[in-house]
């Protein structure tokens, strides 16, 4: 039996734990700034961390990519965009225990020598937004920001910088953009941002969560890091389980943890009810059903039963929901956000949204069955960035294992479920 | 001073405000490598002084940054949390993404543009309110999610959404679930947006609700990382 463990989170329920006074002295940072910054990137390398914010590229590889000597200034973005619908880990994250990743910031920025380093927050978290500011103020107060810190020689400026409601400006390159002050739109890759990142320079940009695990692995080891989870995906993770669950929340777990155990933790599916579909990784990761509960989640067992670790984003969704409403309702969300950049997704997702609304309504055909999955079909694969791609996660899985759902909203001319069956206070 | 100069001067704010502004922005700006990456935050500043990104504000900040009008309005609109006409004094969010809709917030929407008479990106007459569709806004463990000038009120129901909006306005004290203690305007609220922290940061719990089960099931059960050894200490 897998269990919780919490590293991350274990201070969210003491007052105080988002100040410094609550959180501790930057014993990881004070130890990391007295070793080489190689050893440092050797030692992410060897906690086999991968990238939280969905990719699950290997982090210190990305932070090893970084040219050295090269004169150029170098910069870290720390993405706090989270916007991925079902994704409410760095939200918590940042609001209970800011300190974590503003030592993780140091440490990070340290180790792929930058001076210079933001945290791109999306706007729309205002208590969020203050917490961070408010850890980093407290961090320049105490020294462990500015210049010379902890007698080291090493500089370090932290800006945290309030997006404006953009899900695109998650997108790295998009961020990188938008953190310049344009429009949020991605950049074509090569050359990538360990290159030409922030202002045309040399940059890291890393999730939340990947820069606030780093303090934990300098302090307690790459090894102790690495016993956790399994052989490919190591180490702890936040799993963000709502929905139609008696107790959804955050359960921080090694990698590898099922759905079946963490149900089992957070009090089944709600009374009554059983699990119909859910998201292992956020709306952009395709969907599962009960024959999943037992895949373990991690980035290698999750994507060979075909869908996606992503941000462990769990949404998950009892008998009540109707598959082709929930689909119809991200399909809006991506023709919403896409960015207009490219033609395949700005044109698809707006015509997967119009084949949608009909088939809901029960005025579709099986015909447009095959119609939405020949525009996921173009989307996918044909779009300038990772958003379109994640559009079709959706339409091709729900097709696939939920076909008789979308007939039966023509046979019967309309929906077949009572929305107000799925609401909190509908089953009671 | 030449003419042209003195031309661009006279169309903005008054200089009080101006005055004001610009020293805001300046130390904004000084943050930044280069100074364009100050644009979003002086945005967010010009809508803390008018509710809205107005004409006067986009030039602002186009002064600011050596910019033209033209470019400023460009990328202003692509965003959402900029405000193109004046808004009211609270901002209602509620979330209408795939979880949130399911769990509840159809209805919610459904019946709270109804119950005040508004649609999105609407305001009431008296100006106290605007309503907005919002997407995820990173809280789905807390479903049906409403949001009030970017202040998170979580687990909502058709009713508690009406009573919400009904006590904003007529003017009686409304607290965030996750939050400080008072609710801010929607300018206030701008203003931390742009950089500008208002002090309220130690209100309100570190966390609360459904971010606390996991680490409530571990307690329970006395599970700890290997060796415990996490502290920072
Ligand atoms: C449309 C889109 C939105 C994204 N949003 C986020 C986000 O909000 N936060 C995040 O960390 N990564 C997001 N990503 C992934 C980033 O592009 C990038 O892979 C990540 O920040 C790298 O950090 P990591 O290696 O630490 O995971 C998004 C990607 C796409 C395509
Ligand atoms: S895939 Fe969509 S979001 Fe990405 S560049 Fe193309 S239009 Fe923009
Ligand atoms: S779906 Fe509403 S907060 Fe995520």
New interface residues.
Partial sequence: MT?????L???????????LE???????ARKALSQDPDAIIQMVKDSGLRGRGGAGFPTGMKWGFIPQNDGK?HYLVVNAD???????K???LM???PH?LV?GVIITSYAIRAN?AFIYV??????V???V??AV?EAYEKGYLGKDIFGSGYDL?L?????????ICGEETALLD???????QPRLKPPFPAVAGL?ACPTVINNVESVASV??IV??GAD?FA??GTEKSKG?G???????VT???????PLGITLRELLD??GGIRAGHELKFWTPGG?STPIFTAEHLDVPLDFESVGAKGSMLGTR?L?I?DET?CVV???L??TE?YA??S?GKCTPCREGTYWLKQVLKRLEKGQGSEEDLATITDIADNILGRSFCALGDGATSCIHSSVKLFRDEYLKHFEIGGCPFD??A?????SK | MNEEESATMSTGYPPEVRERLETDAKEIIGRYPKARSALLPLLHLVQSEDGYVSDAGYEFCAEMLGLSKAEVVGVATFYTMYKRKPAGDYNVGVCINALCAVMGGDQIWDELSEHVGVGHDETTSDGKVTLERLECNAACDFAPVMMVNWEFFDNQTPESAKQLVDDLRAGKEVVPTRGPGKLCTFKEAARVLAGLPDGLAGEGPSAAGPSLEGLKVAKAHGWEAPGGAVSDR
């Avoid at chain 1, 989170?9 to 100040?19: I, V, Y």
């Avoid at chain 1, 107790?247 to 777990?253: C, H, L, S, T, V």
């Avoid at chain 1, 799925?422 to 509908?426: D, F, K, N």
Wanted: aromatic share 12%; glycine share 10%.
């Fill in positions: 269990t919780l463990t919490p590293v989170t274990r201070n969210w329920d003491q007052p105080g734990s988002f100040t609550g959180y501790g002295e930057y014993a990881a200034a989270e916007s991925e619908p079902g994704t409410c760095d939200i918590p609001m209970a225990n974590a030592e210079h999306r706007g729309e978290v205002l208590h937004i203050r917490r500011q408010a103020r400026e800006v945290v910088h309030s997006g404006a409601g953009a899900y938008s953190l310049e002050g344009h429009r949020g202002y303090p934990s302090a307690n102790w016993s956790m702890f936040i799993f963000s389980l709502s929905g139609h107790r959804p929340g955050q359960y921080e777990a933790m957070a709306s984003a949404q969704f929901t409403r929930t689909v309702r991200w969300f919403h956000e960015c929305p107000a799925s609401t909190v206070w509908g």
